[in-house]
């Protein structure tokens, strides 16, 4: 019976849990003078969570811990979070502990975690269950969620027009897409001395230029970008995206009538795809 300090040690375990195997760390205190291990009341809860997480992520659901976290997020509590997905008022205190969600649950926090607009479509519907300072305070959480995710919606957006051109060197300038690059070629022009009057339609040329030079110098383009004949000249696909990146103006000036002389733009038909391949002509050196 005597006072003494014990050891915290970390042991693994595995055990069963709805019928599938799973292995995870545990804690125990150690005593040496007993040789025997012991859990406390947290340790045992801890424990629990920590296999039942271990089924979680072997079944590829949500983790305890990420469950919180999407929750923090938003900055909302967990009897509001229920309230605002139509749940159980302890639902969520349950999943962030030790019940384990069921796959529909799961795929609404998903959903939750990667679209902030749609949480603040479902906190506009139910904003006469919250009060007004929980409203906007939630509100303003998801609005700078949504404002920080907009680049990365258009970003996917634009991709997703590029896949059927990955493997054709011929209208990429054999360069891999690269958004990143495409940004900065923008700042570029944008930030230089020597460029004026810098909006849509010019920035769009430039662009092209741009990629069309390097190819007839180097080989290759810079940015990845695939070009489109239209009207108003070379056009990278997906440009009303790009502009929207970029956050650029479109005004029609002298550039345009220039592109139009391009061997690029007077071999290509209509709205067809550009070839690098015109680049060996171009008209700037």
């Known amino acids: ?31 040496d003078r007993a040789d025997e291990t012991y859990a406390d009341e947290q340790q045992i809860s801890s424990n629990d969570i920590a296999m039942k997480n271990a089924y979680r992520k072997k079944m590829r659901l949500l983790t ?9 997020r938003y900055g909302i509590s967990q009897s ?30 998903r959903k939750l975690a990667s679209e902030p607009e749609w ?23 998801g609005t700078v969620l949504f404002e920080k995710n907009h680049d990365l919606y258009l970003k996917s957006a634009i991709l997703s027009k590029y896949a059927r051109f990955l493997h054709n060197p011929e209208v990429t300038g054999g360069k891999v897409l690269s958004l990143d690059v495409v940004v900065d070629m923008i700042r570029y022009y944008a930030n230089s001395s020597r460029v004026t009057n ?5 920035l769009m040329k430039m662009l092209w230029y741009a990629d069309a030079l390097s190819y007839k110098r180097r080989g290759h383009a810079i940015s990845g970008l695939v070009y489109r004949a239209l009207p108003m000249g070379a056009v990278p696909v997906a440009y009303e995206s790009i502009v929207d990146l970029s956050a650029i103006h479109c005004e029609e000036d002298e550039i ?6 391009e061997d690029a733009y007077t071999e290509t038909a209509p709205h067809d795809i550009i070839q690098f391949k015109y680049a060996q002509t171009l008209h700037l050196s």
Request: charged share 25%; with cysteine.
């Open 1 to 31: 019976m005597e006072e003494h300090e014990v050891q915290r040690i970390v042991t693994a375990e595995s055990n069963v849990f709805k019928g599938v195997s799973v292995a995870y760390n545990a804690e125990y205190f150690y005593c």
């Open 64 to 72: 305890s811990h990420q469950i919180a976290a999407i929750r923090a």
């Open 80 to 109: 509001d979070l229920c309230l605002l997905l139509g749940w159980g008022r302890k639902t969520i205190t349950r999943y962030e502990c030790h019940q384990v969600q069921d796959i529909a649950h799961d795929t609404i926090l």
């Open 119 to 141: 949480f603040l479509q479902l906190l506009q519907a139910e904003k006469e269950s919250f009060s007004a300072a929980s409203y906007a305070k939630y509100a303003e959480a």
């Open 198 to 202: 810098l909006f849509r339609v010019k």
């Open 256 to 261: 345009v009538e220039t592109m139009r002389r």
